[in-house]
């Protein structure tokens, strides 16, 4: 068997970049609207600071406005809740992201509720859940909406096909199983109580891996041919080198490599389609709530 194509995830990102940057500067010529991103970011979390920084310049590349609020780790609920309630009234600011993990002492579901769901550009709020579950226009989570595209772009057309999620998380597990049951696949989540995991990945045409866990996924759990989307991000000690690290995903990509049809790398696959999503939904946000027509991205 052939090696599996690689889904060139930072090609797809940059190129969707492109078209929202084209579409943001449509709508302000066309409309005068500029979407303002704000983007909260509580403590000093290492990983946490890479992202929002990624997210604020890749912003404003695309034309738009980034609103910047750097908390510091002992920030209060109550005073943050209270930042959200400002940038929820603020006409200036269309799309809201609070970066998680928040501190242990912050409750992330009542900040991630108080947001106005209409602001909403990570898709987290109850009711962006609630209607991607029921079928209703809402903002979709930007990691599993990167991946949907990618395997749309590679694929085709989705229906029919059996599509494996291993994760059950609120972020990307359960609305990638949304989106897929959305394109008329047969969906299983699977977790870390599933029985016979190997055997349940094996039948797997589309195989989407977000656990966590570095390259648990093996080779010999990967259908033939079928395509692999590897959420994964962990970082591990480089062997031989101490004190070095390196990136990998939740899937064993040397040997899933010679045995999947297509296979997304990490880095370089899911990551950077997260933040073209974003930049996406904060258009998609700007533009409904101003009453005008997004133009097609
Ligand atoms: N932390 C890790 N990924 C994400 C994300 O997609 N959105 C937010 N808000 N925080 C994150």
């Known amino acids: 068997m052939t090696d ?28 005068g609207i500029v979407p303002g991103l704000a983007v909260v970011l509580v403590g000093e979390n290492p990983a946490s600071q890479v992202y929002v920084r990624n997210k604020r310049k890749q912003t404003i590349e695309a034309g738009m406005r980034s609103f910047d609020h750097t908390l510091p780790a002992a920030t209060g609920e109550a005073a943050l809740l209270d930042l959200i309630g400002r940038l929820n009234r603020d006409p200036a600011v ?15 579901e009542k900040v991630l509720d108080t947001i106005d769901s209409a602001k909403d550009v990570d898709g987290f709020h109850v009711i962006n859940a609630g ?12 990691t599993p909406l990167g991946c949907l595209m990618m395997l749309k772009d590679t694929l085709g ?36 109580r599933t029985r016979d995991l190997p055997l349940v990945c094996r ?21 033939p041919g079928a395509a692999v989307i590897d959420v994964g991000i962990n970082r ?35 990551g950077p389609m997260t933040i073209a999503c974003l930049l996406m939904n904060a258009l998609t946000a700007a533009c409904r709530q101003a009453g005008v027509e997004a133009p097609e991205i």
Do not use: Y
């Not at 209607?131 to 930007?142: D, H, I, M």
């Not at 049951?181 to 699977?190: F, G, I, K, P, W």
């Not at 000690?237 to 999947?260: I, M, S, W, Y």
């Open 4 to 31: 599996a194509r690689i889904i060139d995830g930072k090609a797809s990102a940059a190129a969707l970049r492109a078209r929202v940057a084209r579409a943001a500067a449509e709508v302000e010529r066309a409309h």
């Open 94 to 108: 269309h799309g809201i992201l609070v970066q998680l993990p928040l501190p242990g002492h912050i409750d992330p």
């Open 131 to 142: 209607r991607l579950a029921t079928g209703g226009q809402g903002l979709v989570p930007c």
């Open 157 to 192: 057309g989705l229906g029919g096909m059996e599509a494996v999620i291993v994760g059950r998380s609120n972020i990307v597990g359960k609305p990638m199983a949304a989106l897929l049951l959305r394109e008329n696949c047969t969906v299983t989540v699977a977790h870390s």
């Open 203 to 223: 039948r797997a045409d589309i195989l989407v891996a977000a656990v966590g866990r570095p390259e648990m996924i093996r080779g010999g759990w990967i259908k």
């Open 236 to 270: 591990v000690p480089k062997q031989g080198e101490p004190g070095k690290h390196r990136l990998v995903g939740d899937v064993c990509f040397a040997e899933a490599v010679t045995v999947a049809g297509a296979i997304t790398p990490v880095p370089g696959g899911v």
